[in-house]
């Protein structure tokens, strides 16, 4: 910098000289003595400017070598700004992963040699990277033991403050004021919602859509809920719903309750595995085959008055712990023997004709039997295995 501070002034004072020799070009190198010639610098009127030479040619007399002298101190002038910039943006570490945006002086006092000082460069380099946040708090927090200070806090931002996109505000405008209606009660807002209330619409993890007693209006289609790819619960119980087909792409989901609606199939629920929860009661729904997929963490699963008549799917549903087929057409409970550890079991009403399958099952605490005609035998030694287990005929 000292070098090239002494090669910039020998410029400037070569472009001075060269300023002044072109300034004499033009003006008399000797004045007249005599009174009657004497020479007097032109004034112009309201002008602090000194006059032009009508002999001057201005820029046009400038040679090759004025205009490569310029053009050096120009050049030098560009690259001194460059460095200035360099300098100053390297005094602070600032990388960018999407989504999680850090911003943090993290590399300075490393040693060049350090895996960590690696890490960092290759973050700051590789800006597609992922790293999950307790990875980048990790990192932040080896970086700090090594450098022996503390280190400014890694600010993770909230990918849902960012503005909505093209395609989010045109569904929101495609929006029935009945849809709008229910994500304003479920996010217990007051006011009518706004752009800005997408973000936490479209993030949602519970919704509850269902009739609310003494409405008018009742919900047809789920169609537009196809943009909450993230919700783990959904309540439209006592709708006329009749089409799953916007749960299938629902990944996280966990809760679904469909009680009482035109729902007659669950095939759309085939890719779910998650499922923890599932009533399709007093439904048309006879088969339940796409729920094996989510079998192994079934905990609850209510089928009271559909047309069931086949518990097979249900045969590694290990988690499973209420399990409600009263009124249904099952007649057999042998495909769910191996399921000893469901503490409630309603059949009442169904086409159960002996307990036989259930007889060793020792977790059993509530079983409903009403309209079911048992043997007694069957009873009472379901009771002596089971003292405690509460049985309603």
């Known amino acids: 910098m000292r070098r090239l501070g002494i090669n910039f002034e020998r410029l400037l004072g070569k472009s001075k000289v060269l300023i002044n020799a072109q300034i004499d070009s033009v003006m008399p190198t000797t004045l007249p003595t005599s009174p009657q010639?004497?020479?007097?610098?032109?004034?112009?009127?309201?002008?602090?400017?000194?006059?032009?030479?009508?002999d001057s040619k201005g820029l046009a007399s400038f040679g090759f070598s004025d205009w490569l002298v310029?053009?050096?101190v120009a050049a030098t002038l560009i690259f001194l700004g460059t460095r200035l910039y360099s300098r100053w943006s390297h005094a602070k570490v600032h990388f960018s992963v999407n989504p999680i945006h850090i911003?943090?002086?993290?590399?300075?006092?490393?040693?060049?040699?350090?895996?960590?000082?690696?890490?960092?460069?290759?973050?700051?380099?590789?800006?597609?990277?992922?790293?999950?946040?307790?990875?980048?708090?990790?990192?932040?927090?080896?970086i700090q033991k090594a450098k022996g200070e503390t280190t400014p806090p890694i600010v993770v931002a909230d990918p849902t403050n960012s503005?909505?996109?093209?395609?989010?505000?045109?569904?929101?405008?495609?929006?029935?004021?009945?849809?709008?209606?229910?994500?304003?009660?479920n996010l217990n807002k007051k006011t009518e919602l706004m752009p800005s209330d997408l973000n936490e619409i479209l993030n949602m993890q519970s919704?509850?859509?269902?009739?609310?007693?003494?409405?008018?209006?009742?919900?047809?289609?789920?169609?537009?809920?196809k943009q909450l790819t993230k919700l783990k619960s959904i309540d439209f119980s006592n709708t006329e719903v009749s089409d799953l087909s916007a749960l299938a792409e629902m990944k996280l989901l966990e809760s679904?309750?469909?009680?009482?609606?035109?729902?007659?199939?669950?095939?759309?629920?085939?890719?779910?595995?998650?499922?923890?929860?599932?009533?399709?009661?007093?439904?048309?729904?006879?088969?339940?085959?796409?729920?094996?997929?989510?079998?192994?963490?079934?905990?609850?699963?209510?089928?009271?008055?559909?047309?069931?008549?086949?518990?097979?799917?249900?045969?590694?549903?290990k988690s499973l712990r209420h399990l409600d087929i009263s009124g249904t057409r099952v007649s057999s409970l042998e495909p769910i023997k191996g399921l000893s550890d469901i503490n409630v079991l309603m059949l009442s009403y169904s086409e159960i004709d002996n307990l036989s399958s259930i007889l060793t099952w020792s977790a059993l605490q509530e079983l409903t039997l009403k309209g079911i005609n048992l043997?007694?035998?069957?009873l009472d030694a379901l009771k002596s295995k089971n003292p405690s287990c509460k049985i309603t005929k």
């Open 37 to 54: 010639t004497q020479y007097k610098r032109p004034v112009l009127e309201n002008s602090n400017k000194p006059p032009i030479s009508s």
């Open 70 to 72: 310029m053009g050096l």
């Open 103 to 142: 911003h943090t002086d993290l590399s300075a006092g490393l040693d060049a040699k350090s895996p960590l000082k690696k890490i960092v460069s290759t973050l700051q380099m590789n800006e597609s990277a992922t790293p999950d946040p307790a990875t980048i708090e990790k990192i932040s927090a080896q």
């Open 163 to 185: 503005a909505p996109t093209n395609a989010t505000l045109v569904w929101w405008q495609g929006l029935e004021l009945e849809w709008k209606q229910i994500f304003k009660k």
């Open 207 to 225: 919704l509850d859509c269902s009739k609310i007693r003494g409405s008018k209006t009742v919900l047809k289609s789920l169609a537009p809920l």
């Open 256 to 317: 679904i309750d469909c009680r009482g609606t035109k729902v007659n199939n669950l095939q759309a629920l085939k890719g779910l595995e998650n499922i923890k929860f599932i009533d399709c009661s007093n439904t048309a729904v006879s088969d339940i085959s796409p729920l094996a997929n989510s079998a192994p963490r079934l905990q609850k699963v209510v089928l009271a008055e559909t047309k069931v008549s086949n518990l097979l799917p249900l045969a590694y549903a």
């Open 375 to 378: 043997k007694n035998a069957e």
